[in-house]
């Protein structure tokens, strides 16, 4: 099994809301990555947990609060969120460790914020 | 501070032409990742390039890393209607720091009958 899955696959919120972003991989991969994409841009890095710790924090505003509940699992906690933040939210996966290992994408979830 | 150029930045190409994509990178690092995707959609890995002289091929795509002159370049032969996608490189700068992708600007190809 080599997917990743992420919910919800849209997400519409307004700037005072407080949602969270779902990832989920099963390939006992133990680096998983959050990355955000505009329109017509490429993706950029925001966050990367090695072994469910937070090894990368990419300067991402607090607005945007990651977690790690275990190795399969990827959360992106969002709250008061700017319009500017509307984008596609991919997550990724991969093994862990001083190599450099393929990294496997979701679908990702869309987020208009309002 | 990594730096990922793609060029060029839009293709558009009669089908059954061939083309090469070009990925120069700044720093040194011989980890280099093709991926693509469609409108809408994900990024599907096409190809992973961990050495110098490495050269992968897949269908109407081959890949291949320089290291030396920090380029990679994706050739596609006999283009047809369903390459069209946009395709991204993909830098690890070799920093021990994790899997830090560095994406480039990506090559919207668009391939006509």
């Known amino acids: 099994d080599t997917e990743v899955t992420q919910t919800p696959k849209h997400l519409v919120m307004g700037m005072t809301n407080k949602k969270s972003l779902k990832c989920e991989q099963h390939?006992?991969?133990?680096?998983m990555y959050w990355y955000k994409q505009k329109a017509k841009k490429p993706p950029e890095l925001m966050f990367v947990y090695s072994y469910e710790k937070l090894s990368i924090n990419e300067s991402v505003p607090s607005r945007f609060s990651p977690e790690c509940p275990n190795s399969s699992l990827l959360n992106l906690h969002l709250h008061a969120l700017q319009p500017e933040d509307s984008a596609l939210y991919l997550c990724?996966?991969?093994?862990?460790?001083?190599?450099?290992?393929?990294?496997?994408f979701g679908p990702g979830t869309r987020l208009t914020v309002t | 501070e990594l730096k990922v150029e793609q060029n060029p930045l839009f293709l558009s190409m009669q089908e059954g032409k061939n083309y090469t994509i070009y990925c120069n990178y700044s720093t040194t690092s011989d980890r280099l990742y093709w991926y693509r995707q469609d409108p809408g959609k994900s990024l599907e890995s096409l190809f992973v390039?961990?050495?110098?002289?490495a050269v992968k091929q897949e269908g109407r795509l081959m890949a291949s890393l320089d290291t030396k002159a920090r380029l990679s370049t994706l050739h596609i032969t006999a283009a047809v209607h369903d390459l069209s996608a946009t395709y991204f490189c993909a830098v690890d700068p070799n920093n021990n720091a994790g899997n830090m992708l560095t994406f480039g600007g990506g090559t919207r190809l668009m391939v006509k009958p």
């Open positions: 990724a996966s991969s093994q862990s460790g001083t190599g450099s290992y393929e990294q496997y």
């Open positions: 390039l961990l050495s110098n002289g």
């Open positions: 390939m006992g991969h133990r680096a």
